[in-house]
């Protein structure tokens, strides 16, 4: 157990549809890291956020949006949902800007029909 | 930009010794991470070689060279639970490494 948690485990939804996902960091850790596992795209970054702010962008989509609250918890919001959108979305957390050990929740699967 | 190559498979039986290479192109180099992730799970951190030579840890060891822009995991006396995959991963310069680019990954394969 990583210490990371993140909800829901799975999501089942339609094309154009909209769905956030949820995550906690591990207790004291600021950074928040969103990334995308798909079986064509391997492990992908998205975004990270620090302590409330965002601070590094990746293959992020315009479709897609994230924040982080001031009890550090972050969520990923997938907007006008396509079929190519369906994969695994780790959140991983770290104690600081740059880390390089990143503690992974179990992720959520994504099925977009 | 970054690019990792990394075997996509290879088997191996249990016991035995197993090396799983990683070479590595990026524009600005601070380190190599390895992580493993069974299937259907997260990716778990193994190592992180920032200086040239081998760290060891308990089964897993991890070698790097900079020179080489290459690294590897060795693994020792391989159990079924190590039947995973392999993820060698270097931190996004264009990131100010906040990010980490991850390699396509090995599976590993244990056989009895």
Redesign the interface.
């Known amino acids: 157990d990583?210490g990371v948690t993140q909800t829901p485990k799975h999501l089942i939804t339609a094309t154009g549809q909209r769905v956030t996902l949820r995550c906690s960091p591990r207790s004291g850790d600021l950074?928040v890291?969103w990334y995308q596992q798909s079986l064509d795209q391997?492990?992908?970054?998205l975004i990270?956020y620090?302590n409330g702010e965002e601070?590094?962008?990746?293959n992020i989509l315009e479709r897609f949006s994230a924040q982080q609250f001031p009890d550090l918890h972050s969520e990923l919001n997938l907007s006008s949902l396509e079929l190519g959108d369906s994969a695994l979305y780790?959140c991983?957390s770290s104690g600081g800007?740059?880390r390089?050990?990143?503690?992974?929740?179990?992720?959520t699967r994504l099925l977009v029909l | 930009g970054q690019s990792l190559e990394q075997p996509s498979e290879v088997t191996a039986v249990e016991g035995a010794i197993v090396q799983i290479n990683c070479t590595y192109q990026t524009s600005g180099f601070y380190g190599l991470s390895w992580y493993q992730q069974h299937d259907g799970g997260a990716p778990t951190f193994l190592s992180y070689n920032a200086l040239d030579g081998l760290e060891e840890t308990g089964r897993f060891s991890s070698f790097l060279s900079r020179s080489d822009s290459y690294g590897y995991l060795l693994l020792q006396e391989l159990q079924m639970k190590d039947s995973a995959s392999y993820f060698c991963a270097v931190p996004t310069p264009d990131t100010g490494r906040r990010a980490l680019t991850f390699g396509s990954g090995t599976r590993l394969q244990v056989q009895p």
């Not at chain 1, 391997?42 to 970054?45: D, M, R, T």
């Not at chain 1, 601070?55 to 990746?58: F, P, V």
């Open positions: 990583s950074s890291y391997g492990l992908q970054f990270q620090y601070r590094a962008k990746g780790f991983a800007q740059g390089e050990t990143q503690y992974f929740g179990p992720g």
